[in-house]
């Protein structure tokens, strides 16, 4: 059974920084590109960023680029991403997102607030 757990969100002040981390089990992790996701209040789901599963290849949101960096370390089955300089704008709940033989797997989600 594929599982996907998010954690690391919090309450932080605009500037500030956060780490999140995705602990993925069920699969074998290190075949498979992974994305973060998030969805602010009132909004649908936005991708925010992927990384690829062989290469490490990384790709971001304009809005995050050169603020958020993406990351995996296949040996502990481990998705992260490093949030810095943080705005009012990124507050949402975060979801590691995984497509697998067509199917869409997400975890319950890390709450993001950034307020002052």
Known sequence: EV???ESGGGLVQPGGSLRLSCAASGFTFGSYDMSWVRRAPGKG???VSAIH???GRTYYKDSV???FTISRDNAKNTLYL???SLKYEDTAVYYCHLRRYGYNYWGQGTQVTVSS
């Open 3 to 5: 599982q996907l757990v």
């Open 45 to 47: 789901p936005e991708w």
């Open 53 to 55: 599963s062989r290469d």
């Open 65 to 67: 680029k050169g603020r």
């Open 82 to 84: 490093q949030m810095n």
